[in-house]
């Protein structure tokens, strides 16, 4: 299957400071990614919309200056996470679409924030 | 909102296959069923999908009903590593459509035991 990679997959920060997190589409190119949140013992929480060249489309109730997304190429998206607070930590995962006639999407490994 | 129905638990012996079920009884007509499964701490992890047809590829085969309705995820022989939250969710597979998003409910979690 195609692959898509998310780095760092872990990071501990400070409360206030920003933390970026990168989704890679290695092997393919990702006009569209989306980014989900995931606290423990939930389900996975689609927080925005990603397209390339374009500004995110968040879901409702997700702060779009506190989880500033950009699409830069075809093949990256990142998510910064600013002014990081302990309620901020949980697993961020992205994923792409391969594109083609019925559009699976494939997943990164997650990134796990832990703000102090 | 997740569309979908699934048991909350399954238990399964190794070796044994795993049949986890599904409702998406207001799924249309141009939604496909998709299937993930996340295993513990890591990124979901694509399955199959389908339309209307029964699908099958390396890792399962895919049952859906002739009404749509309702769909059957069918792991032939399961192993302790097939152990993860398996979800089934109905989405358009193209940007445009208004249920492009993939959209997680809270799944099924399959424990395979020894």
């Known amino acids: 299957g195609a692959v898509v990679s998310q780095h760092p997959s872990r990071v501990i920060c400070k409360s206030g400071t920003s933390v970026k997190i990168e989704c890679r589409s290695l092997?393919?190119?990702?006009?569209?990614m989306f980014w989900y949140r995931q606290f423990p013992k939930q389900s996975l929480m689609l927080m925005a919309t990603?397209?390339?060249?374009?500004?995110?489309?968040?879901e409702q109730g997700v702060e779009k200056d506190k989880f500033l997304i950009n699409h830069a190429s075809l093949t990256l998206s990142t998510l910064t996470v600013t002014s990081a607070h302990p309620e901020d930590s949980s697993f961020y995962i992205c994923?792409?679409?391969?594109?083609?006639?019925?559009?699976?999407?494939?997943f990164g490994e997650g990134s796990r924030l832990t703000v102090l | 909102d997740a569309k979908t129905t699934q048991p909350p638990s399954m238990d399964c012996a190794e070796g044994r296959a795993a049949n986890l079920p599904c409702n998406h009884s207001?799924?249309?007509?141009?939604?496909?069923v998709y299937w993930y499964r996340q295993i513990h701490s890591q990124g979901p992890q694509y399955i199959i999908h389908?339309?209307?047809n029964n699908e099958t590829n390396e890792m399962a085969s895919l049952i859906i009903t002739e009404d749509r309705k309702s769909s059957t995820l069918i792991l032939p022989h399961a192993t302790l590593r097939d152990t993860a939250v398996y979800y089934c969710?109905?989405?358009?597979?193209?940007?445009?459509?208004?249920?492009?998003?993939?959209?997680f409910g809270k799944g099924t979690l399959l424990t395979v035991n020894p």
């Open positions: 969710i109905v989405r358009v597979p193209h940007s445009g459509g208004s249920n492009y998003k993939l959209t």
């Open positions: 990603s397209n390339e060249g374009s500004k995110a489309t968040y």
């Open positions: 207001t799924i249309s007509g141009n939604e496909y």
């Open positions: 994923s792409a679409s391969k594109g083609g006639s019925t559009g699976e999407l494939f």
């Open positions: 092997d393919f190119q990702a006009t569209t």
């Open positions: 389908g339309l209307k």
